[in-house]
C-alpha cells in the first residue's frame, strides 16, 4: 500500500532505431501492444499504485505524446532537447527539478507491463527491478552482496537482470541527481547511460534489487521482440 505522495518519470524521448520501420511514423513508447499503446501500459499501473504525478520525458515525435494529458489527470511532458546527440543522461537532466522532491519511480519508455500488481508492494528502500537470468546474459546486469547492488554493468552469468523500472527514495535519487550533474562537467558524458551514474555512487546509496518474473515486465526492443509477445512466442 502507498503510504505516501510519490512521483514517476518515464523516459520516452528517444529514436527507437531498433524498431524501424515501425517508428519511422510512431514514437515507440506509443506503439500498440494487445491494442494498447505501451507507455500507457505503464501509466495505468502507476495510477493503479495511486502515484500523484507522471513525468514523461519527451524528444522525438514529442508532439505524439500531448494527447496524454488529456486523457489521464496529473501528467507533464518535460522536452528532453538533447535527445538526439546525448545518452539517456540527458533525459534524468532535463528532469532535474523533479529529482529528491519525492520518492519516484523511474521507468523506461518501451516496455509492456504484463502485471501491473508489480508496482503495488511497498519499497522501504530503493531498488531496481530486476529478472534473474540462468546462465550468462550480455544485458545490464546486478551485482549483489546480500542484495546490496554493489555493481551495475553490462554481462553477467546467473545475475538479475536489468529490466526498465527502479524505485527510489528521495535523498538516494537525490544523491544521483548530483552526480548526474557533475557528470555533465565531463567532456564524454553525452554517451553515458543514467544508470552508469548510479554506479558511481552505490557507496553513498542503499540500492537493492526487487525480484519480478518474466512477463510481468517485458522489455520490446525490436519489432521482433513485439512480434513474438503478440503471437505467444517464447
Known amino acids: 500500500m502507498k503510504l505516501q505522495s510519490e512521483t514517476a518519470i518515464i523516459m520516452a524521448a528517444g529514436t527507437g532505431t531498433r524498431m524501424l520501420p515501425l517508428t519511422e511514423t510512431t514514437a515507440k513508447p506509443l506503439i500498440p501492444v494487445f491494442g ?7 501509466i495505468n499501473a502507476l495510477k493503479k499504485r495511486g502515484v500523484s504525478k507522471i513525468y514523461i520525458v519527451v524528444g522525438y515525435k514529442k508532439e505524439q505524446f500531448e494527447y496524454l494529458k488529456s486523457k489521464y489527470e ?38 509492456y507491463i504484463g502485471d501491473s500488481a508489480v508496482f ?3 519499497f522501504k ?16 546486469i546486478f551485482e549483489t552482496e546480500e542484495n546490496k547492488i554493489v555493481n551495475i554493468k553490462k554481462g553477467g552469468t546467473n545475475l538479475f537482470n536489468m529490466c526498465g523500472v527502479s524505485y527510489w527514495l528521495k535523498d538516494d535519487i537525490a544523491e544521483v541527481a548530483k552526480a548526474i550533474s557533475a557528470a555533465y562537467q565531463e567532456p564524454s558524458h553525452k554517451d553515458l547511460f543514467w544508470d552508469e551514474v548510479v554506479n558511481r555512487v552505490l557507496n553513498k546509496i542503499n540500492v537493492s534489487v526487487y525480484p519480478i ?8 526492443d525490436t519489432e521482433d521482440d513485439l512480434n513474438k509477445l503478440t503471437k505467444g512466442i517464447k
Open 36 to 42: 494498447t499503446p505501451m507507455i500507457e501500459t505503464i
Open 74 to 111: 496529473n501528467i507533464e511532458l518535460i522536452e528532453n532537447k538533447e535527445y538526439l546527440e546525448k545518452n539517456n543522461i540527458s533525459s534524468l537532466k532535463a528532469a532535474e527539478n523533479v529529482l529528491g522532491t519525492e520518492n519516484c519511480f523511474i521507468c523506461e519508455g518501451d516496455l
Open 120 to 122: 503495488l508492494p511497498e
Open 125 to 140: 528502500q530503493s531498488c531496481y527491478f530486476g529478472k534473474f537470468i540462468d546462465g550468462y546474459s550480455d544485458d545490464w
Open 213 to 220: 518474473n518474466i512477463g510481468q515486465i517485458v522489455e520490446l
